[in-house]
């Protein structure tokens, strides 16, 4: 005889499994890699430093760019420094986000303390949380000219190149002398790369790494981590996402298109958005005032049986009331 609760605790571990399971395969075929920085949530000492050369600065005599993908992981309390680039020991160029400031725009270049003309909204290039985005910041020593393009939107700042002969990057907090800062923006990081007249010859994809160093893939350049997490890390280890109680008769299927796990019991549908992590409580099934049978509706897209997840894999058919987001009818 099954004791009582022993439905609802084995797919408390099928779901643990399967929701891994189709974690490590992700809506995209390519695992998410990058470096992602301890903010506000973690005090000062305990918060994420990139420092591009620990050892020198980096010396520039012609035209050169620096790009990185960027992403936040929320738009609000998102206050910090996501890059600061120090000039010759003695000028700082900050990339800063501020958003709900009144005073300052969401993201903005700022020379020695002042603003320039190169700022952004996040409604200008329709930011989403976590969402990666591109962003270039090129100088061009010929016409004394700081381009910066973020998602493909340009906007230049004139400044004086003649004298700029070393800078050092850093990325969220540095502890470099009288230019340390703390602030840092809940960023994630990753393909940073320097390039010199449009070659490159610097690239971090801050992919492989150490615990507190990643080197770059063109010269063997050392970069120092400080408190960082790696993104690529996350898909080396089982990682518990979601935990479900629901009751009789359980059942679950994934919509790979959409990337959402669907939970079914006797009286309820839960679901659970895997990219975001946004889930329901669990709706109500209702039956057909005629019949007083239950509603079906054909799921279309089910993650294939694997010797991992072959308890979790079930029959194509699910219970719902309406129209089912990102799935089918049948």
């Not at 790009?67 to 120090?86: C, E, K, M, P, T």
Request: aromatic share 12%; charged share 20%.
């Amino acid at each position: 005889m099954m004791q009582p609760g022993y439905g609802i605790r084995v797919l408390s571990i099928i779901f643990f499994l399967s929701v891994n399971s189709i974690s490590a395969q992700t809506v995209k075929n390519d695992l998410d890699y990058g470096l992602a920085f301890v903010s506000h949530e973690a005090s000062k000492d305990q918060r994420t430093s990139l420092n591009l050369n620990p050892d020198s600065p980096f010396l520039f005599d012609r035209d050169f760019q620096i790009r990185f993908d960027f992403s936040l992981r929320r738009l609000q309390n998102a206050f910090g420094y996501v890059a600061r680039i120090i000039v010759n020991d003695s000028l700082n160029i900050d990339l800063v986000c501020s958003p709900e400031h009144s005073d300052f725009y969401d993201l903005s270049i700022v020379i020695n303390n002042s603003p320039t003309e190169i700022h952004y909204d996040f409604a200008e290039v329709d930011l989403k949380a976590r969402q990666w985005t591109p962003v270039v910041i090129r100088f061009a020593l010929l016409t004394n000219q700081i381009a910066f393009s973020w998602c493909g939107k340009e906007k230049v700042q004139a400044f004086p190149m003649a004298k700029m002969k070393n800078l050092r990057f850093y990325f969220g907090a540095n502890p470099h002398g009288k230019f340390n800062t703390s602030d840092v923006p809940p960023m994630n990081l990753k393909n940073i790369r320097i390039s010199k007249m449009t070659k490159p010859e610097l690239d971090w994809e801050l992919k492989k790494h150490r615990v507190n160093e990643v080197y770059d893939n063109l010269q063997g350049r050392v970069a120092i981590v400080k408190n960082g997490i790696w993104l690529i890390d996350q898909h080396t280890k089982w990682t518990l996402r979601k935990t479900m109680v629901i009751g009789k008769y359980p059942s679950i299927a994934f919509n790979s298109g959409a990337g959402i796990m669907y939970c079914i019991d006797k009286n309820h549908v839960y679901e659970y958005d895997i990219p975001t992590g946004v889930g329901t409580t669990g709706t109500p099934v209702t039956a057909s005032p005629r019949s007083g049978t239950t509603i079906n509706f054909i799921i279309r897209k089910i993650v294939p049986c694997t010797p991992s997840v072959v308890m979790g894999c079930f029959h194509t058919r699910a219970i719902f009331q309406g129209t089912m987001r990102g799935a089918g009818s049948g």
